[in-house]
């Protein structure tokens, strides 16, 4: 049935990724990376599966009116993990009119583009994410029968960026499995944005896995952001190839959220190439949000830079394990990762572990984390001026996480972050599903 409803591209990978998720089961705290989130809590319900590939009651247009609207940009779907290109008119549906892209550039159905450019997406897919190292990727792998698929050939430069919008809907729990694969070709350029966002309030368990093949000289900048639910479970990986003198930006900004887990790999496989990591959580209630990453320099001259902070309150719980390796002979690396958080209640809770593996002798590497609550004084000499302590809370708060939001570059995604954010702090964020009125994160 999975076979059937997919293409042979990702079929092929089927039967070794089931073996291979057979061989580790689900993962528990025993492994190192998954050590700060219960993988069985999130597994726990009895999930529905759409294996069929059935056509999902929904119209995305209607249902993403919300807090993140169209940026100029190019606008696509993925309605739970079916690449969206239809909607109903009056009854009927309709193909939807895609938006104009430069010539050459696909972005399309994974399963589609697999089936009629099956080599556009053979040589790559499951290259990066292997089901052998990690038992979410064989989980995928192994379910996973569609997705997005984005193409840029040389030299090309997509003018708008493009937007992709993961929405769940169901009227059961569902599990949802989503692939995207972006390639990228050499000097081309791209700039994207993922948001993910729930219609429902059932429980939905979303693993999603990301590969990412940055050309010679290419310039890629890719932003996630979730806005779900307390009963969304959200298991996300992505895997990102760099090669010479290209430049990668991965951005993950968590507003709301149940349990979040995200993985970020980065292979520096490519002289005088540069990725940067951002990334924010902003969480309260009972939500989990864990941020795993790796930065594997294989060669000299590259340059790394992370930078992720946390705001948690009420009994939110925050990780974050973050990994530059430098291996032998990649010399003249450069490298900084910094965490800092913020427990804004002695009840939140955060885990950070920040890892240097160096086997160069001529690197400049740093890395830091620092765990504190809000500045007393600061407040005391705010509140002495006349601003009221829930607004110099919000403020602090609010200045703290603008450094993330600062280091982005899409401009209306940058300017409208600042907005978002300062709305979840005051906790406006969000829509109650189905009902169009504004409630409180967490009162869904």
Known sequence: MLDTHSAPALNALRTQAFEDFRRQGFPSRKVERYRYTDVAAAFAPDYGVNLRGLSIPVNPYEAFRCDVPNLSTSLYF???????????????TSIKKRPALPEGVIIDS???????????????????ARSSKDAINALNTMLAQDGVFIYVPRHTVVPRPIQVVNILRADVPL?????????????AQLQLLVCDHTMDDHDFLATQVVEAFVGEDAHLEFHELEETHPTNHRFSNTYA???????????????SCGLTRNRTDVTLSGEDSEVNLI???????????????????????CRSNELYKYVLDDSAVGAFA??????????????????????????ARMYTQPMLEIYADDVKCSHGSTVGQLNDAALFYMRQRGVPEDEARLLLKF??????????RLDALRDRLHYLVEKRFRGELGRCAGCGENVKCGER
């Open 175 to 187: 599990m949802a499995n989503r692939r995207m694969l972006i390639v990228l070709e050499e000097g």
């Open 399 to 408: 200045a703290f996480v603008g450094e993330v939001i600062d280091g982005i």
């Open 110 to 128: 994974l399963a589609r583009v697999a089936l009629e450019r099956p080599e556009l997406v053979a040589p790559y897919y499951g290259r990066l």
């Open 322 to 347: 973050g990994r530059v390796l430098v291996r032998e002979g990649a010399q003249k690396t450069s490298s900084r990762e910094t965490n800092a958080n913020l427990c804004a209640a002695p009840t």
């Open 241 to 255: 190839d760099l090669s010479a003198h290209s430049v990668a930006t991965l951005g993950c900004i968590t507003l």
């Open 78 to 92: 993925v309605a739970n993990d079916r690449f969206y290109d239809t909607m109903p008119r009056g009854g009927e």
């Open 279 to 301: 990334g924010a959580v902003v969480a309260d209630g009972n939500q989990h949000a864990d941020n795993n990453t790796l930065i594997d320099h294989r060669v000299p001259n």
